[in-house]
């Protein structure tokens, strides 16, 4: 091997274990590791990036991030913008302002109160909180909901601020009424009852705690208000106050949040409401799926104790588990779930025991060994593993098991195995791996396991760096063509 081959298969990995951090990893505390580690090695990991690998550090605003981690990239590359010349500059000011509009605007916001707090203030800096601030749909009603935030970005910006919305950021008791009707109704809720309900859901809280509403009138009135996210969080409250106007179409929900709004029903009401959950899981999937057919699929799912996540993450592993669950059932030809437990019912599961990886990767095996059951399916077979990677029942009988087939049962890789891990390893800065012989990519959402699947293809060694940066340049690309 060349010295010029090493350094480039040591640039593939450090960009796959950013990838996988950077996908994973929240800086909240995990079942294996408590909040302050994660983030020291979550900075420590960014820092690395920027200054080792600017451009890849920066075309991962185009891949799957989590919201956490995007953040923090625009936030390093605003703070160091000095360290590269003009034209990287500009692509990634595309970068960010594109990201940027895709992220929840309560996230932007936030950003931008760390931008002005760590002191970071240039002409650039300044544009781009002007042209975000711009494109906003409703700057108004943005006003209203994160007036703070708002008047820190103007400030920070140089913005200038003149007639109704400036008075009302700056000096909302100068003017009797205002003619910006959402400014209005904010005025009016401060004395009357009936304005409240007018307001954004957050707003209203507030003002329905200041004139003493009850909980379960609130809710019925509010329900026109309440985004698609906000009614399915309000699920459990509404059924106790009965405000049936506050129920979500489930069908309509996202995936993943689907599942761990199921996971956090009593195992009773899964069990009387089953046909509704199933029913809203699998129309989920189904929209994720699309046109895609991957012929025999086995999946190995861990719903071990681990599961359980953390307090801040609660069954966060599991949901993404459950979740991957269905999205597997609808890409498949022909599927075979196979949970740690043993359990077959996925609408009761919880999570419990130990992790016995190794023997449900034999049993997924044997599945995949076997003759297709549907002759003439053209796709290959796959088996895919959802696990936090922690085999302990007994520990590494996964690691052996999979070597033994790679090296010796299936050396020209017939079946195709992805191990998807939903936690971020804060010693190992990456997801624990089960074996060098079986890619590991991490996961936050099951939306993105089909992408995810092709990104293994580095992760596994069969595609190098050069093709990791023409993916990436083809990412990127697709990423800003969308703006």
């Given amino acids: 091997m060349t010295e010029e081959t090493h350094a480039d298969l040591i640039a593939c990995e450090d960009a796959l274990m950013f990838v996988n951090a950077a996908i994973t990893s929240t800086g909240q505390r995990e079942f294996h590791h408590d909040a302050g580690e994660q983030r020291l090695s979550l900075d420590f990991l960014h820092a690395y990036m920027l200054a080792n690998y600017r451009e890849v550090y920066a075309a991962a605003l185009a891949l799957d991030v989590n919201d956490h981690n995007a953040v923090m990239i625009i936030r390093n590359l605003l703070a160091h913008a000095a360290e590269v010349g003009p034209q990287r500059r500009r692509i990634e000011g595309r970068l960010i302002a594109r990201r940027l509009e895709l992220l929840p605007p309560q996230r932007v916001y936030r950003l931008f109160r760390q931008v002005r ?22 700057l108004a009603f943005d006003a209203v909901k994160y007036r703070g935030a708002v008047k820190d970005a103007a400030r920070h910006a140089h913005l200038p601020l003149s007639g109704e919305l400036g008075d009302f950021l700056f000096r909302p008791r100068s003017r009797k009424s205002f003619r910006t009707p959402v400014f209005e109704t904010w005025r009016r809720a401060h004395y009357e009852q009936a304005a409240v309900y007018e307001l954004p859901y957050t707003v209203a809280q507030g003002f329905a705690a200041r004139h003493g509403i009850p909980h379960e009138v609130f809710l019925e009135r509010i329900a026109p208000k309440l985004t698609r996210l906000e009614r399915l969080r309000l699920q459990t409250s509404a059924r106790v106050h009965k405000a049936d106007a506050v129920r979500a179409d489930l069908r309509t929900m996202p995936l993943t949040r689907l599942a761990s709004y199921v996971l956090s029903l009593p195992m009773d009401e899964r069990a009387e409401r089953r046909a509704e959950l199933t029913d809203a899981l699998r129309a989920a999937a189904r929209r994720v799926a699309g046109a895609r057919a991957w012929g025999r699929v086995a999946a190995v799912l861990d719903d071990s104790y681990s599961t359980v996540g953390s307090g801040e993450k609660r069954r966060r592993p599991l949901a993404v588990a459950l979740a991957c669950h269905y999205l597997l059932e609808a890409l498949a030809t022909d599927y075979r779930p196979l949970w740690t437990s043993g359990r077959t019912d996925p609408l009761l599961l919880y999570p419990h025991g130990p992790t016995p990886l190794g023997e449900r990767v034999l049993d997924a095996l044997d599945v995949l060994a076997a003759p297709a059951p549907h002759p003439g399916t053209e796709a290959p077979d796959r088996l895919v593993i959802v696990s936090d990677g922690w085999d302990n029942d007994p520990p590494g009988l996964a690691a052996e098991v999979l070597r033994v087939w790679r090296t010796r049962l299936d050396p020209d890789g017939r079946v195709e195995i992805t191990h998807l891990n939903p936690v971020y390893d804060a010693d190992d800065f990456d997801v624990r791996r089960l ?8 996961v936050r959402d099951a939306e993105d396991l089909p992408l995810l699947v092709e990104l293994a293809r580095f992760s596994e060694g069969r595609l190098g760096l050069a093709e990791l940066r023409a993916h990436l340049d083809e990412q990127v690309e697709s990423f800003l063509e969308k703006t």
């Fill in 117 to 138: 707090r760590a002191g970071i203030n240039n002409r650039r800096v300044r544009a781009i909180f002007r042209d975000w601030l711009a494109a906003r749909p409703d």
């Fill in 435 to 442: 074996s060098p012989a079986v890619p590991a990519v991490g």
